[in-house]
């Protein structure tokens, strides 16, 4: 029956009410201000694109997780399921022209169909940046230097960023003979942390035992600096090496942003994402088993778009950093209206006039919209979390 129907929201996504909105608000415009301190300069992409665009770059399985559907001639189209693929194509072919270094950040809704958790529905929120046509460790710290920055500018004051190479892995799996299939298998399990899964598919890869546990100890290799002497020793070649070498430059460049603190390494991180080339990073905080912003280098999407150029760079969850901040005690709320206009009857233009002019002072003003008595007027303002009565006509 008509009268009985409870309008619901589609699975994977959630309303935000005022005083929700208000806080995501805060920490979105902070970001931007941030970004743009920066040199970074925003830019916005539609909502769905052509399926193959989206698809460029992106894991084998990337699709299975997208929102699909047919425009008018037939054309699959689907939501973005991230920000990294629809800038690439921007940079290669919108703004194919412009000097490079390109510096562009994004405030935005990205969508994946996946299992819903607490901070991260199946459409979600992120502010990101993207720094192309720059490579090199200069770069990268830049754009972790930058992601520390973000975290501490939405108000997490307790926060880690782990730091990995995906070529330290690579390295390793070109001395380790396994098949392409049974590398994919591996990288899958250490991207889940699976060691007792990793541990089966080593047991019947065919491998020494040696090899077998030199590769099971790669998720457990994180730490401080000192997790470098042991790496140093496990590089089976120039490759692995390479890697090292190259988050070490990047370390020392991280000191002089003074953010090292918040640094330290994961030899096992290598994201989900089949397009990272080096450098990637996950950033956590207390309370959530999960991470809060990541990202990483990728030289070699641009060239799928036609145009050959090295990039890098991060993306950061708003509904996550709110969940840790509400979970931290850190959240606070938003502003209180300034003030609450009201009137006696007869006099809805002269308050009209009075709210209009404390609107011009900068003043968050709410007029009331029928006449009531002054006693009244206290009790709507103290409902309305107004923190002073501005009465006309008496």
């Known amino acids: 029956m008509k009268q009985d129907y409870v309008p619901q929201i589609p699975y994977g996504t959630r309303d935000f009410l005022p005083r929700e909105a208000g806080r995501k608000r805060v920490v979105e415009a902070g970001l931007a201000q941030l970004f743009s301190s920066w040199g970074y300069d925003e830019v916005v992409t539609p909502t769905f694109e052509y399926l193959e665009t989206l698809l460029v770059g992106s894991a084998n399985d990337a699709e299975q997780h997208m929102f699909k559907f047919l425009d008018k001639n037939n054309r699959i189209l689907a939501l973005r399921p991230d920000m990294t693929t629809p800038i690439a194509r921007i940079a290669a072919t919108r703004m194919r022209e412009a000097g490079a270094p390109l510096r ?15 901070g991260r529905q199946c459409e979600f929120y992120q502010a990101g940046i993207e720094l192309l046509g720059a490579p090199g460790p200069a770069a990268d710290a830049e754009i972790i230097a930058l992601a520390v920055a973000a975290m501490q500018e939405a108000g997490l004051t307790q926060f880690q960023v782990s730091l990995g190479q995906v070529d330290f892995i690579n390295g390793i799996m070109a001395e380790s003979e396994l098949s392409a299939s049974q590398q994919q298998l591996v990288k899958a399990a250490i991207i889940r942390r699976d060691l007792v899964g990793l541990g089966e598919i080593l047991r019947t890869s065919g491998l020494s035992a040696a090899m077998q546990g030199f590769l099971q100890s790669i998720p457990v290799l994180h730490g401080r600096q000192e997790v470098f002497e042991q790496a140093y020793k496990m590089a089976p070649n120039a490759v692995s090496r390479g890697a090292l070498d190259n988050l070490a430059d990047i370390y020392r460049l991280l000191t002089s942003y003074g953010v090292e603190q918040h640094v330290n390494f994961d030899l096992g991180l290598i994201r ?42 991060f993306a950061l969850g708003i509904e996550r950093v709110l969940l840790a901040l509400e979970r931290q005690g850190l959240s606070t709320p938003p502003a ?59």
């Open 336 to 394: 209180a209206k300034d003030c609450y206009v009201a009137w006696q009857e007869n006099s809805l233009p002269e308050a009209i006039a009075a709210a209009n002019e404390l609107r011009a002072e900068g003043w968050r003003v709410e007029l009331a919209l029928e006449p009531q008595s002054r006693e009244d007027a206290a009790i709507s303002m103290c409902q309305r979390c107004c923190a002073k009565l501005h009465y006309i006509g008496g």
């Open 272 to 313: 989900d994402f089949d397009y990272y080339t080096g450098m990637v990073f996950e950033g956590y905080t207390p309370g959530l088993g999960f991470p809060v912003c990541g990202g990483g280098r990728y030289d070699k999407m641009l060239a799928s778009f036609g145009s050959d150029s090295p990039a890098t760079g």
């Open 104 to 118: 562009l950040f994004y405030l935005t809704n990205v969508f994946r169909y996946e299992l819903a958790q607490a």
